[in-house]
């Protein structure tokens, strides 16, 4: 199936983090191809991976990185496709580094950023899934359900609590 | 002509950043509304405000607020519309607390932020005009005919300072 | 015994430090609950949990969660019983995240913000039960008490330091 | 009439900030007292200050200061009556050290603590208002009607934006 | 032998951190005690300390606490014995509210502030004898050789890896 | 008179600032010198201020400075004269630049930090003559009376401000 | 004469702050261009650039941006020319996130930073200048006066304090 | 074969972060020295060992730090040789203190400051290399074939991720 999101990361070793994305992806049977590119290291890989994005009309990209994390930002200078941001925790800075590098992209190109870490990894994959349901209302359904499912679980969680009391 | 984004802020005080968002989308064309809902003074309103929009077929809302800035976040947790918070420089902690209250969104409930400011809220514009740009070429080509002109605009004051050395 | 304080979190993973929190409490024999809710997972469960508040007359909540920590301000937004915020630390930001989403609310709508982590979930136990003291001189006395037992405490622990040196 | 509320300051040139706070109280008909108390300065006026507070039955101390701003925490330390603490902008440090030095307290003896600055002032108020009014039904409605007034002025400026979109 | 140090700690938990003032002092044969006392717990006693302090001649008291960390404060605007305070890293914000809660006190009432932690408790005890040896040449001496012995060590250092180069 | 003092401040454009500390020490009639020496630009003729401080016997050493702060810290280290470094709002940083340049002083070599800016000025002014009052009763007093009238100008505007109540 | 250091400048509105790198270099004779160029808005211009930088034999890239600040991680990744970076105070965290874009580079791709602002501007120029000095004695002389200056200056600056005393 | 890069460390602590420093110069084939020296603790040593690298025609100076970081301040002040600022992790506040007081050098005496921690050393490694190829085309050469193997591992990385998706 064709892949409808791309997921670079800036390190292999970001992938336990970056599978988080994946992970909800997968789960709306959004097929997406993960990768590695470095802004800093491999310009000219990120630059073809971005092209071949076009190409193959990816939807949503979803990249991230840490410490001077520019890699969603070089990225979303060269395509208009949608570019979501997370920010890793990569240095002794707490993430704080990869966010600012990242949120505070200046006027003209901007990177749509979530929170640092695993909690952002998961909800850039979900705001892929939401960006793509505009136009897909079997997608949309699916969202509406895996929200419905966190409710449910966080009653049953609550159950579990309360009867402790 | 049926507005496609709606533009949300926590104070009609925040209007002459928010307006920076509207601008762009009125280059682009796109048709948007512009109102005032607090998370917190206003909840129910906010929650109609998100119905309004999901009825009238919004296809991305746009939400600013400073503080302890919970207004894209709630009206996220009440859609699936994607939206993009922008966080505003409203005390003297000079926009840190905007701009963690939005971007760190826990696991579930995704808000794509932009940059503090003025800054922010213009890209916040241009991420709109991206996400719907995936289903509207016309509006692409437009999108892409105005990085052409930021080029060009680059290029025109760098000509003026290389002319000054 | 009807139950005079709610104590709420965000996720059953805040349970280790809410404790404190509800620990505080049953030692001046004021009954409470304790329950999850999550502002953005589950928007309606929360209203529902301050409308029954408000019905069986609970006196002060205590809200507790990380990151983009809105559920105090949230809860705050829809009843005016006293809610006291407790920032916990659950992201690589050391908690500073969600103590700028509490302790910002803008004007209109206030949270007492306590410290981040247990000494704060301990503290908001405190906080409370010197709210409802004003009306409860029993309480008062036992507060009052309370304090007595930590100055002994303070002094046996520097006894024993004094007779190292 | 007698003053339900003690409003105490760390200097005199908060004044303008901690207005903010007796504006709120006097609206709701709460009469407040308003002096100046130095924790460092003038230790022995505050615990004074403290033990007036005691018996002429103050109900909540508001206390705003700024800097390393322990006026609020070495108050709470005397007294088991609720202590607001306002952390105000008086350094270089745009009020985070105030904050900081305010809402961190050890366990042992809280300080409720609200948003830095005038915001902060007027929740303070508000707050105050809240705790009392839980055995005083005429200030609960009051409360409420003020909570209306807010939807009302919102809605009314959203109007104002909306016609000139 | 008399003393002529007071050391004081807002926890016995801090003791192993402020046993590096004790060390440093009892090199240079200065007399100290050690004791625990909190500012919001204990204020009483913390009282009778400082008075004690004043008749015994004390001639420094070094300071440390977390969180919120008044103690050096409160102690130094009870005494113009000089205050050294330590702020310790008992939070999850890294002691930064400790450091801004002594180092930023308000004009009046100065606390001489070192650095968080370990490094920051010897620091203390060095200044707590260097300032003590202005009037006691002996002690000044021991001081000076003292720092000889810092520079062998980092030579004999420097040695060691030049030699693995 | 012999100067007791020295003041030295990293530019001339720190004077408006560190004047603060003369002032207080002229008010105490302790004699004090004030000049100019950069830790970075003129770091020879900070060493020779130092010899001529040891040899002129000055009893403390106040150092102010902005951005990365080092002028107390070198002269910490070349002399056991107790320095008190005043951190200087010298940059868009706020001082916290020069506050953890100063504060931060590695184990070894310590160096008394006061509050950034005008408040920490006046407080190292404060700090040298408590430190040098140890042996100088006539001083010990005059602090003693400057503590009495701080307490008295509170207690005038507080009285000022209750009137207007 | 060839230009032997090239500054690029994110946006024309950093000119008066990027002017200080340009009037050190003029100072020491070496000849430089200044002009504009956006990592975002104009990447390929900035690829361009340097492959002509490269081609012209520049010696050392000076960089200066603000907010999200790529540029000078994006020159340095396509050249091995050193570039020095330049973080500008561009938005209301106080070129906080700037500084952090530009220091964190991440392992593979160094960027030379420096000050935010005006003095780290300057810097550039000054470091700039000592890179080539290595191979060109004439122009080490220079700095070496230009060091001998900044001395006299200080001491005449400290000169005129004195006299004030 | 000749040191043409001297490395500092402010403690033998700093050595298996400043190693990373070495590492990437032996793989250049560039001659080093490594070797401690402490700023506020050995001073003297300090100007020894810039005065022997001035001698030895050392081309530039690495210098690693922690806490109050001056080491590269004080050794860019005096000499003109290029100086590298690598800021380390040893205090609780995370390398952030390290960080600006290397940065944040005021005008007149830079320091290249580079990422805090492993990142950073190598990254000044590989600057110090940059540097000297200036006028060295074998070194280039060497420095750009290290980063087409970066080039090449990233893809290798990249194509086992892609095989697992």
Chains 1, 2, 3, 4, 5, 6, 7, 8 share one sequence.
């Not at 190409?55 to 991230?64: D, F, N, T, Y």
């Not at 060269?78 to 570019?83: A, E, G, L, R, Y």
């Amino acid at each position: 199936m064709k892949p409808r999101v791309l997921i670079i990361m800036g390190s292999d070793t970001d992938l336990p983090v970056m599978e988080e994305a994946a992970k909800v992806l997968r789960r709306f049977d959004i097929p997406c191809i993960m990768t590695v590119a470095s802004a800093h290291r491999t310009p000219e890989r990120t630059l073809k991976l971005i092209k071949n994005a076009e190409k193959s009309r990816i939807q949503v990209i979803i990249a991230g990185a840490g410490m001077a994390a520019h890699l969603p930002g070089v990225v979303a200078s060269h395509t208009i496709i949608p570019v979501i941001g997370v920010p890793l925790d990569a240095s002794p800075l707490g993430g704080m580094d990869a966010l600012l590098s990242m949120v505070q992209m200046p006027p003209g190109i901007p990177v749509a950023t979530v929170a640092v870490g695993k909690a952002g990894a998961k909800n850039a994959g979900l705001l892929a899934a939401q960006i793509m349901a505009g136009n897909d209302p079997a997608l949309a359904r699916k969202i509406l359900d895996y929200r419905k499912e966190m409710t449910t679980e966080v009653e049953e969680k609550a159950a579990k609590i309360e009867r402790k009391n």
